[in-house]
């Protein structure tokens, strides 16, 4: 069986712990979480997890199981890659040169980042979309010289009317 990106969202309880416990589960069973994103609902009793981690289908299926086994998890799913909108949220702070700046803030225009700081000698942009997408931004933003990055974790829905 081959590994490849697993999504899941989970609907959790809003409650002190929750977070330590599911993380601790993927410890336990030497899962390793590539991204993890967590906020609260329209409901303030209830949060919603995104957890992206590397898996065949075995593994997919046995960390669903072990959610719903956990009484935090209200619900918890496999959001396919093929049926999932992913977006990921980054801040990065880039150097400027003498010659660069108009360059630069080309590039950041190119990928519908936004600036929202900037100095003599840097700028910092905001870049939200598919983490693929940001990887590319990175990579170009490579040649300017990047300071500091911040990535947020991938928040996923499923697309159409299907819901969590």
């Given at each position: 069986m081959t590994e490849h990106k697993i999504i899941i969202g989970a609907i959790?309880?809003?409650?002190f712990g929750v977070l330590m416990r599911i993380t601790e589960l993927f410890t336990k069973r030497g899962y390793n979480i590539d991204s993890l994103e967590v906020?609260?609902?329209d409901d303030p009793t209830l949060s919603r997890m995104t957890i992206v981690?590397?898996?065949?289908?075995?593994t997919e299926a046995q960390i669903i199981q072990q959610l719903s086994k956990l009484h935090d998890v209200r619900h918890a799913a496999i959001i396919p890659a093929s049926a999932a909108s992913v977006r990921?949220?980054?801040l990065i702070k880039l150097k400027v040169g003498a010659n660069t700046n108009a360059a630069l803030t080309a590039m950041i225009n190119?990928?519908?980042?936004?600036?929202?700081?900037f100095s003599a000698d840097t700028i910092t942009a905001e870049v939200?979309?598919?983490?693929?997408s940001?990887?590319?931004f990175i990579e170009a933003a490579q040649e300017y010289g990047i300071l500091e990055v911040c990535r947020a974790g991938a928040q996923a829905?499923?697309?159409g009317s299907e819901c969590l």
């Amino acid at each position: 069986m081959t590994e490849h990106k697993i999504i899941i969202g989970a609907i959790v309880n809003n409650q002190f712990g929750v977070l330590m416990r599911i993380t601790e589960l993927f410890t336990k069973r030497g899962y390793n979480i590539d991204s993890l994103e967590v906020g609260v609902t329209d409901d303030p009793t209830l949060s919603r997890m995104t957890i992206v981690a590397m898996g065949d289908t075995q593994t997919e299926a046995q960390i669903i199981q072990q959610l719903s086994k956990l009484h935090d998890v209200r619900h918890a799913a496999i959001i396919p890659a093929s049926a999932a909108s992913v977006r990921e949220h980054m801040l990065i702070k880039l150097k400027v040169g003498a010659n660069t700046n108009a360059a630069l803030t080309a590039m950041i225009n190119t990928y519908g980042a936004k600036v929202i700081d900037f100095s003599a000698d840097t700028i910092t942009a905001e870049v939200t979309g598919a983490p693929e997408s940001n990887d590319a931004f990175i990579e170009a933003a490579q040649e300017y010289g990047i300071l500091e990055v911040c990535r947020a974790g991938a928040q996923a829905l499923h697309r159409g009317s299907e819901c969590l």
